[in-house]
């Protein structure tokens, strides 16, 4: 637990160097005994930029920490950045380098830390360093680094409760016997989440849940998320059928077709359903089905009143990421991560990528997405392209068989056109390779995040970021969070010129890259010896220097 010092855990008095001066926000004692109770350890990450200006001592300084620490209780570490924003430091947020070293000296990742802190540069340092952010906004904080925030709570206090609650709702220790194995023992179970690829990928770590206690695990798909189901670990089996009730474009119901989906779970003979879906999809129809299969007890999410359909109702607060939702109707069902996995994306292994990426450590930059509103419009792609290959990075452009028109216009002279040419499978093996994906919220950076691969997110605010955000992987996330088709869950952006992401400039990619210390490679240097000389490159003639 990372958290922020002015303007968070006591009242901002700029550039403070006197220990009289420091007041705690209200509540916050109480908050962060509740933290030190429930067995977390907490760091305060901090600029001090007034230390490189003068304004007060390191000793100064020290004092007011032991002021916080009289008032506040003990911290497990304190990190201070006391460099100014001329500087070029890698520790002055928004750069991710205090959350890195607060992790070290926690003893543990990034990934698994959260960071609260009053403003964007705090949220965009936690993010950057793949840990999850709370902003506690303060009346000086800006509306756009409100709406940009991953999430957002009132004040200390109630940021503590909703942490809190939600590693309860995950927590593997209530679900655990003691001798540490999973508390329940099951033969086949049937997991749906019946959706496009993105969606199933966020489901992996709750189906992985459900996995390291069963026999079997089954999981049924619909089309448009079958790739990406075969590349989860855990599932044995997989069934497609399109669920009209799902399906962004449903044919009319069929009886027939509906009764042949009821023999077919039925001949699973699966002993429970866990039934996943995103906020806005009923797991009613699909639980009726599987009452008539025969399935004995069926958990799933639902708002709706479920009736006798079933026998866990799960309900999640909006704004929680989605594979910790996941996670937590799994945890409900008496589901939990097997002891030697971790709350992270994973997919089973990627084949070699495809040869013509070359060496590791290129760029992708994948401008499609099913949903045109979560697309990066061409002209900026094409803009991004040629700036990243200008700043000496080597880009591969991808996308689906549909996009091919799209990445060869993108790609243009400057870059690896993959456009049509991967599987799934070979996209996430090409993803593997990269030093960073410049993506938009779809798939390919689910795939990323699986492969702990950085991500500069091109974020089309239609869908919340706190949820549907790469999740616990270096993030940086760029586009207007503010604009008109936040929360409209729209497919087609309903706004001429597309504006949440065309205001996007590339150097704001090439910022973003430096922010997650992607570097172009070097470039060679021209050969120092010329041919013929019989001299293997690399090897010392003598004097050369
Ligand atoms: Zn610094």
């Not at 300084?61 to 890698?90: K, S």
């Not at 704004?319 to 996670?327: D, I, K």
């Amino acid at each position: 637990m990372l958290l922020d010092r002015d303007g968070t855990l006591i009242e901002d008095v700029p550039y403070n160097g006197d220990p009289e001066k420091v007041r705690a926000v209200p509540g916050a004692r109480a908050a962060l005994d509740r933290l030190r109770a429930a067995g977390l350890r907490l760091a305060v990450v901090t600029n001090q930029s007034g230390l490189a200006r003068g304004l007060f001592t390191e000793e100064r300084m020290r004092a007011v920490h032991a002021r916080v620490e009289q008032l506040l209780g003990r911290f497990d570490a304190w990190l201070v950045c006391p460099h100014d924003d001329g500087d070029g430091c890698g520790c002055r947020k928004p750069a991710p380098g205090l959350v890195h070293a607060a992790a070290r000296e926690l003893g543990t990742v990034p990934a698994r830390c959260v960071l609260v802190g009053d403003i964007g540069r705090d949220m965009t340092a936690a993010l950057a360093a793949g840990a999850s952010g709370i902003l506690v906004p303060t009346p000086v904080t800006r509306p756009q680094e409100v709406a940009a925030a991953p999430q957002v709570a009132p004040d200390l206090p109630a940021a503590v409760a909703e942490i809190l609650r939600r590693r309860a709702a995950v927590d593997p220790a209530s679900h655990r016997h003691a001798d540490g194995g999973p508390a329940r023992q099951v033969g086949t179970v049937l997991v749906v989440r019946a959706d496009s690829a993105g969606d199933v990928l966020v489901t992996g770590p709750g189906i992985r849940a459900v996995a390291a206690a069963a026999e079997r695990v089954v999981l049924l798909c619909g089309p448009r998320g079958r790739a990406a189901a075969e590349l989860l670990p855990g599932v044995d089996e997989i069934i497609e059928h399109r669920l009209p009730w799902i399906d962004p474009a449903p044919d009319p119901v069929d009886p027939a077709d509906m009764r042949q989906l009821a023999d077919r779970l039925a001949a699973v003979g699966a002993d429970e359903a866990v039934v996943f879906t995103s906020f806005h999809q009923s797991p009613l129809p699909l639980a009726l089905l599987l009452r008539l299969a025969g399935v004995r007890r069926v958990s799933a999410i639902s708002d709706d009143y479920p009736g006798s359909l079933l026998d866990v109702r799960h309900r999640v607060p909006a704004g929680v990421p989605e594979p910790e939702r996941a996670l937590s109707l799994a945890a409900a069902a008496g589901f939990t991560l097997a002891a030697h996995d971790g709350p992270a994306l994973r997919l089973r292994p990627a084949p070699a990528p495809p040869p013509e990426v070359g060496a590791p450590g290129y760029v992708v930059l994948h401008p499609g997405s099913a949903a045109q509103a979560r697309g990066c419009p061409p002209e900026l792609a094409a803009r991004i392209a040629r700036a990243l290959a200008a700043a000496g990075h080597r880009v591969v452009v991808t996308g689906d068989p549909g996009e091919r028109e799209l990445t060869a216009e993108v790609a243009g002279d400057v870059a690896v056109d993959l456009g049509g040419r991967t599987s799934l499978a070979g996209l996430a093996a090409t993803v593997a390779g990269a030093g960073a994906v410049v993506v938009g919220n779809t798939g390919p950076a689910h795939l990323a995040a699986a492969h702990g691969v950085p991500v500069v997110s091109l974020f089309a605010p239609t869908v919340p970021f706190g949820q549907w955000g790469p999740w616990r992987v270096p993030t940086v996330r760029l586009g207007d969070p503010e604009a008109p088709c936040r929360d409209t869950r729209v497919a087609r952006c309903p706004v001429p010129g597309h504006p949440c992401l065309s205001g996007i400039e590339p150097g704001q990619v090439l910022d973003a890259l430096r922010l997650l210390g992607v570097t172009p490679p070097v470039r060679p240097e021209p050969p120092a010896v010329s041919r013929g000389t019989g001299v293997p490159a690399g090897a010392s003639i003598g004097g050369s220097g």
